[in-house]
């Protein structure tokens, strides 16, 4: 006997193991922008990341941040002046950039919004401020570092391991690639899943 996850992301969980949790309490003590940058740089610092890699967080939600706001580019640039620094939102529909970030992806202020998402503007001006939504979010995903298949496969067992811990007998992965799908039915050839796993096809 067992919980039924009815929509989740097992997938984006194995992936973000390695990344920062920014969440705010109970789940993480995020309680404003400045401790994300702190946590960042915590990260930046204890896994020895050089100049130019990519550092990347997770979770944050404007609503129960002090600033009431997402954090933007400018609070980034500040401190991540070398590194591209991408922060996915708690709801996984919208993520923001530093500056660095938005070069590498290849938003300026002549790329128009991309039908179905939005690339968030300064007031009165078409300059970025960092923040995207929705489909916004396919172009700066692909630029993002990719894990190796090991990497993914060791991320992958604590992520299920993580949903048997608590009760989750079979979880349903709400948007899954056709690659992710691929991903799946190879690991199971490699290592016994305490759950069963629905992939539900979202793109090929």
Same mark, same amino acid.
């Given at each position: ?18 990344? %920062? /949790? ?7 003590? %995020? ?6 940058? /702190?946590? &960042?740089?915590?990260?930046?610092? $204890? ?13 944050? $939600?404007? $609503? ?11 609070? &980034? ?5 070398? !590194? #591209? %620094? ?11 950039? !530093?500056?660095? +970030?938005? @070069? &590498? ?7 128009? /919004?991309?039908?179905?998402? @939005? ?20 172009? +700066?995903?692909?630029?993002? #570092?990719?894990? #190796? ?29 056709? &690659?992710?799908? =691929? =991903?799946?039915?190879?690991? =199971?050839?490699?290592?016994?899943? #305490?759950?069963?796993? %629905? ?6």
């Amino acid at each position: 006997p067992g919980f039924i996850d009815a929509h989740s992301h097992v997938m984006m969980g194995a992936q973000l193991v390695d990344y %920062v /949790n920014v969440s705010s309490p109970p789940v993480a003590g %995020v309680n404003n922008i400045n401790d994300i940058i /702190n946590k &960042l740089k915590k990260k930046k610092k $204890d896994d020895n990341i050089e100049k130019g890699e990519w550092i990347i967080g997770w979770g944050y $939600d404007p $609503d129960l941040l002090d600033e009431g706001r997402h954090p933007n580019k400018f609070d &980034l640039d500040k401190d991540f002046p070398d !590194n #591209p %620094v991408y922060l996915n939102h708690v709801s996984g529909h919208l993520s923001t950039m !530093n500056s660095r +970030a938005l @070069e &590498l992806v290849g938003y300026t202020s002549e790329t128009p /919004n991309p039908a179905g998402g @939005e690339i968030y503007r300064v007031n009165n001006s078409t300059e970025p401020t960092g923040l995207i939504s929705e489909t916004a979010m396919a172009q +700066a995903r692909e630029a993002l #570092p990719k894990l #190796p298949a090991a990497e993914l496969l060791d991320n992958l067992k604590v992520t299920l391991e993580q949903y048997a811990s608590n009760g989750i007998t079979t979880a349903n992965d709400g948007f899954t690639s056709a &690659l992710q799908i =691929q =991903q799946l039915m190879e690991a =199971q050839e490699t290592m016994d899943f #305490p759950i069963d796993v %629905v992939g539900l096809l979202g793109f090929t």
